[in-house]
């Protein structure tokens, strides 16, 4: 046994936590660690709605030239948070077709688009710490941070109870934090302790997968002199990296304050846009899936054509682009011509556009069902060849459980999705739909086909605007009253 082992044993006395439900689906295609740069693309195509940002304030003009790292567009609904220039170019404005484009790139130095003015405002009013989080936000490095419960983007000048930093990413198809961290140690740690900076006694929780592997020890032992890091080892299993279901693991209640989460490429860009004062506009995303010739990662920039990395990586069409992973991307339609600044991977699957013959009556030697009803149940455990073929019609729900099994949010989607059925939208409510973390296991487990992942995330947001309209009516209902007292006084 090496020292490094026999130290780790004694001197690793991270958090180790009991969950509940997750799976971790077989699949071909994951992406292997390797790290490859793009050719330096002739334009960028910059889409104006992301996941959760939509840029509708436009900072330049049609013809305009702009630097690399200028600012092109903001989200006036999160904070300001900007779209970048990754290059320096030409602006050609295509707002109806929601993308900003530049043309004649250059690859020129960054620089940081910083108003002057507004900096020496903010440090006259919040001092050092205010100078800090406005240069994450304008630099590009706020939009890697989520609030730990709802997803959203978090507010830059709030004081979170903690950070959660996780470097597991465990989405099938998605960036590795591995792959991002490889060569990038020392960054991770300026990152940390630039993070830490912002805060004065908050932990941060430091997510690293519980095994026993080089590269995971590497990291233990980079971090090893900071008290203020708490480490949480996790099993390897899909979804234990959601922040949510962290931050309730570890205790911190919604109740006491915001939870930041941030992942490996958001700790690389604090370091990026406080440490060497550079916008942030590139990042190392996954390009994986069965469609694709050889998985792997990729340096890339928000904007760059979805045409060129088909050239790149892809050999068989017809395929199904997904924004993301398996379990919770979303469909790349042909108008997205770019890569948007949120996007962590690119899933790549072979399209089936004719059905298989006799295809309900094979035995799926070759597939894998979590039923196990198929004869591959007999096989040992084996990686699945995923393509976009759905086998079956959807049906009614046959109360089997495997999708309460099977949920890491411990509650009940065959329930709350009869009571959606019904328009039941208060016992939906009842039965905590709230606690649902959107991770797809169960539309995925699901023998009916039911898509209950998307039902969740309908109801929820009915459930809040329901919730939105009692608030805003009790308001109006007070101001009334309100208004009657004073009249009676008078
Ligand atoms: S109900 Fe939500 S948390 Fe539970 S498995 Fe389905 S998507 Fe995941
Ligand atoms: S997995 Fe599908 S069929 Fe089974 S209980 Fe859940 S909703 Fe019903």
Redesign the pocket.
Known sequence: MQFNEIANGFLDFGFRMNFR?GYNILLKGMPDIEVKVMPEPDELYLPLRSRRFLFSEISVKDGERVNSGDILAKDPDNYAVPLLAPRAGVVRLKKDEGQVVLEEIAHLEEHADIDKEEQSHIEHEMGAAGIKRYRLLTLGAWQFFYDAYTGALPDPLGTPQAIIVSTVSLEPYLARGDAQLHKRLLNFNRGLEQLQSLLEYQPIYLVLPDIKSEFADLVRNHIRGYAWVKTVNIPLTY?YD?FSILARKLGLGRDKGPVWGVRTEGVLAVDRALTSTKPCTARIISIAGTGINSPCHIKIMPGYPIKKIMEEYVSEPPVRMINGGILTGQILGEETLGIDTECRGITVLPELREREFLGFARPGWSRSCFAACYLSALRKKFFERFNTGVRGEGRPCISCNF?ED????????HL?HKYLYRDLLEEAEQAR?D?????????Y?CPSKID??QQ??DAKKLIEQEKEEIRKEQLRQEELARKAAEEKNE
């Open positions: 439900g979804p959601d999708c099977i949920c890491p949010a411990g509650i009940t989607p709350i739909t606690l649902c973390v959107e991770c797809g296991l169960c539309s487990v209950l992942r969740l995330i």
